[in-house]
Nanobody, 121 residues
Framework: QVQFVESGGGLVQPGGSLRLSCAASGFSFSRTPMGWYRQTPGNERELVALILRSGGIIIVPDSAKGRFTISRDNSKNTVSLQMNDLTFDDTAMYYC??????????????WGQGTQVTVSS
């Protein structure tokens, strides 16, 4: 079955960096666009970054452009999110999922446990 396991979150000061990782299984990873979503309490998940089969990258929120980048390793079925210059507004639970492109909706109803990113001074 489809499974996502996220890791790498933590507590970081403003301006700091984190690298999140996601191990995916149960589908044809190398053929699938992958993305990172984030969610804060009371809000819907929003897509933060998308990487296509070709390696093309789309960073969705303007606030993350120039600070976040996404990468994938098809040999390991992993996708990573490098986040630099973190701000308070980046505090959220982060999840990965396959992405329906160009719709940008998550492909699977299954979600991992997520990894919490907290930016605090």
């Amino acid at each position: 079955q489809v499974q996502f396991v996220e890791s790498g979150g933590g507590l970081v000061q403003p301006g700091g960096s984190l690298r999140l990782s996601c191990a995916a299984s149960g589908f044809s990873f190398s053929r699938t666009p992958m993305g990172w979503y984030r969610q804060t309490p009371g809000n819907e998940r929003e897509l933060v970054a998308l990487i296509l089969r070709s390696g093309g990258i789309i960073i969705v929120p303007d606030s993350a452009k120039g600070r976040f980048t996404i990468s994938r390793d098809n040999s390991k079925n992993t996708v990573s999110l490098q986040m630099n210059d973190l701000t308070f507004d980046d505090t959220a639970m982060y999840y990965c999922n396959a992405v329906i492109y160009p719709d940008l909706r998550p492909q699977y109803d299954t979600w991992g446990q997520g990894t919490q990113v907290t930016v605090s001074s």
